[in-house]
């Protein structure tokens, strides 16, 4: 293919001066020999999505480099100097993840702050985001940078930035700071001149603070006495966790944690496996052969950035199964429940958060305690919204989202795989004290509550023409969507893009109070739900299916989890994806 023109001339403005030699060498060679290349690299400028700046690593506007940091960066700079002209000191936390030019891109981020007089708490080694997220507040900053992708593949990584709550950027600052990146026309306006005297190294004094609070979180410390060898396999396959993740379930009371060798080396290349993400069984399989050998009652992996976990348990049949995100939320949001009502904490002013696209059985498990479920979109940084708004007014107990992240308190305003671990940890052993599993604890709360089931089908589109596939699968499903789905009618649809609810028997709509985002949902008549979403951080979209049923026994969940998962296949049928 060849290039078209307006992006031919923007690539050209990387050979000039202002670049180094190596730019300007791979943009020779991709205008010379890889127009396809070239016009993934520049046909746009990265933007802020869930989860922030986020792509492949190399040259070009549309690519994670020195100077796409560098320009974001700069407009960061430029808009917290405006926002706090009254500050003395400006401050703002910088951490980073394992990948490939993080603790370069962290660096790059330093010098910029630090040229435009900005005070910068640089983390001396890799760190979990949460713990940049807890920094924020505990050195009274006004912004943060994490340099990560996530659990992406080894070629991505990104640029998270925070706010002085400790929660990433959402309305207005988010576009904001876009607006501010956008003014700058030419890498001549970043100030890369580092002011060393700007810049402090934390070493281990933030870490120390942070273990501090995450040992205030416990709920049953007799318990967790009772049964602190039981055995836990944690991976941070390679990633950031490799220090915290060890060193917080060891100050929560767990002593026999062990590691995966070949997993504990930090590496951006992620060696030992396909994708370093949690929610796929593969990234675990090391972890889970520690587990067999060792007869380990739990099995957790972090992602690469320390906020995502992957749990595996033993089922009823004493095999090692992996637990979906929902199922581990419901865990989560039920053991807090239930030992704030067992201490009598519950006063009525408490809450818990979930995305629109997390299982209902949270808000049904919040509501049997009489505790407030609030809803957001997709992206953590609309559950740390809703902590900083109810702040002083009521007490955030927990929440989560289906794709692997969890919070606990709210100290740190991010999901936490650490104090996920820590927490999850903390009810094996809770179930352990009365002779059960998380398996057998998660049927519990089916029959006490209800079984719902859930689904993912992530489809991957690369590039600017899967870009533009995606968008014509959304268009088709808003334009024209089924009237049945697996026989079921549709008889409720919700576009959080258009910002409707629309009731489709009754004929009539009502607005959402959400933002706008490009969700769409379907609801059926049978209490199913199914959900469209592409992904604010990756080239994908994503099919979210959930349906429920009524589980009478714990001796049923076989038939009724093997009914419930042909009602998913039908619906996926139905949908043709």
Request: with cysteine; proline share 3%; glycine share 8%.
């Amino acid at each position: 293919m060849i290039a078209d023109k307006p992006i031919i001339e923007k690539a050209k403005t990387w050979l000039s001066s202002e670049f180094d030699e190596d730019t300007r060498k791979e943009v020779k060679h991709l205008l010379d020999n890889d127009h396809r290349e070239l016009t993934d690299s520049f046909y746009k400028d990265l933007e802020f999505g869930t989860g922030g700046l986020r792509g492949v690593m190399g040259v070009g506007t549309n690519r994670m480099n020195k100077y796409t940091v560098g320009v974001a960066t700069q407009g960061l700079a430029n808009y917290l100097k405006k926002t706090f002209p009254a500050n003395k000191e400006i401050k703002v936390a910088i951490a980073h993840d394992c990948r490939n030019l993080s603790a370069n891109f962290s660096g790059v981020a330093a010098e910029v702050l630090s040229a435009n007089g900005i005070k910068v708490y640089l983390f001396d080694k890799l760190q979990p985001t949460p713990l940049l997220s807890f920094a924020i507040r505990h050195l009274g900053c006004q912004s943060g940078i994490v340099i990560t992708a996530s659990h992406n593949p080894k070629e991505y990584n990104g640029y998270k930035v925070y706010w002085e709550d400790g929660g990433q950027l959402v309305a207005p600052h988010d576009q904001n700071i876009i607006a501010e990146v956008r003014k700058i026309e030419s890498v001549k306006e970043i100030n890369f001149n580092k002011d060393a005297s700007k810049i402090i190294v934390l070493s281990d004094e933030v870490d120390k603070a942070y273990l501090e609070r995450v040992k205030s979180l416990v709920l049953s410390p007799e318990v967790i006495e009772k049964h602190k060898d039981m055995k836990i396999v944690f991976t941070p396959i390679h990633g950031a966790s490799v220090y915290l993740g060890p060193a917080g379930l060891k100050a929560y009371g767990f002593n026999n944690v062990m590691g995966v060798d070949e997993q504990n080396v930090v590496d951006g290349n992620f060696p030992t496996v396909v994708s370093p993400n949690p929610e796929e069984p593969e990234a675990l399989k090391m972890a889970l052969d520690k587990a067999k050998e060792n007869g380990a009652d739990l099995v957790m992996g972090t992602d690469p950035d320390g906020d995502r976990v992957g749990v595996i348990v033993k089922n009823l049949d004493n095999e090692y199964v992996g637990l979906n995100g929902n199922q581990t939320a419901a865990l989560i949001i039920y053991y807090l429940l239930e030992k704030y009502k067992q201490k009598g904490l519950i006063t009525g002013k408490e809450y818990i958060v979930k995305t629109v696209v997390t299982t209902e059985l949270l808000k049904i498990i919040a509501d049997s305690y009489g505790v407030e479920c609030y809803n957001t979109l997709t992206g953590f940084k609309y559950i740390a919204e809703v902590i900083r708004k109810l702040e002083g007014k009521k007490k955030f107990i927990g929440g989560g989202e289906e794709s692997y992240g969890y919070l606990v308190g709210d100290f740190v305003r991010d999901k936490d795989a650490i104090i996920s671990c820590c927490v999850i940890a903390e009810a094996a052993a809770w179930a352990k004290e009365q002779g059960k599993t998380l398996y057998e604890l998660l049927i519990d709360i089916c029959v006490k509550h209800a079984f719902y089931k859930e689904n993912l089908i992530s489809i991957t589109k690369k590039g600017k023409e899967g870009s533009e596939e995606i968008q014509r699968m959304m268009n088709g499903f808003r334009k024209a969507p089924p009237a049945k789905i697996a026989g079921a009618d549709i008889i409720e649809i919700i576009d959080y893009h258009k910002q409707k609810h629309f009731f489709i028997k009754e004929n009539r709509e009502e607005d959402l109070e959400l933002p706008k985002s490009n969700v769409l949902q379907f609801l059926l008549e049978d209490d199913s739900k199914i959900t469209m979403r592409p992904s604010g951080t990756e080239p994908k979209i994503k099919f979210y299916f959930s349906v429920n049923g009524k589980l009478e026994t714990p001796e049923k969940y076989k038939s009724v989890d093997e009914k419930l998962q042909k009602k998913i296949d039908s619906i996926i049928d139905d949908l043709k994806i």
